[in-house]
């Protein structure tokens, strides 16, 4: 089965992005798509536009301190389960990670995007 038709935005900065989602609130973000895409091609999900994120660099990274981690929607999982800052601040993160999915998924979705999503299958919401 094939997505319905949808509109594809993809902004380079992060006021761009929020501009385009206060256009259209109805929009559905796209960060890693392992959730997201299967949904659509199913058509368990109509998505009427989509605006990608994953050109906008500040939303890929990593910051620890003492307190934890704080990580932005692009970051995946296999990137987020190598940092080795996460490991020692937040070693569950660490453990979980090696247990989602396999490589491909891991290299391609993004954490955030599974805990968004609340996917079973996905793992992490668990």
């Given at each position: 089965m094939k997505p319905a038709p949808f509109t594809y935005q993809h902004p380079n900065?992060?006021?761009?992005a929020l501009a385009a989602y206060a256009?259209?609130?109805?929009?559905?973000?796209?960060?890693?798509?392992?959730?997201?895409?299967?949904?659509?091609?199913?058509r368990l999900a109509t998505v009427t536009a989509i605006i990608?994120?994953?050109?906008?660099?500040?939303?890929?990274?990593?910051?620890?301190?003492?307190?934890g981690v704080h990580f932005g929607a692009t970051v995946r999982h296999a990137t987020l389960h190598?940092?080795?800052?996460?490991?020692?601040?937040?070693?569950?993160?660490?453990r979980a990670l090696s247990y989602v999915a396999h490589p491909t998924i891991r290299n391609r979705g993004t954490?955030?995007?599974?805990i968004i999503h609340?996917?079973?299958s996905a793992e992490m919401p668990a």
């Open positions: 900065t992060l006021a761009e256009a259209e609130p109805s929009a559905k973000v796209l960060a890693g798509g392992q959730s997201l895409i299967p949904m659509m091609s199913m990608d994120i994953n050109g906008i660099a500040e939303l890929a990274k990593i910051r620890t301190t003492s307190e190598a940092d080795a800052d996460v490991q020692r601040i937040q070693p569950l993160i660490h954490t955030l995007g599974s609340a996917d079973t």
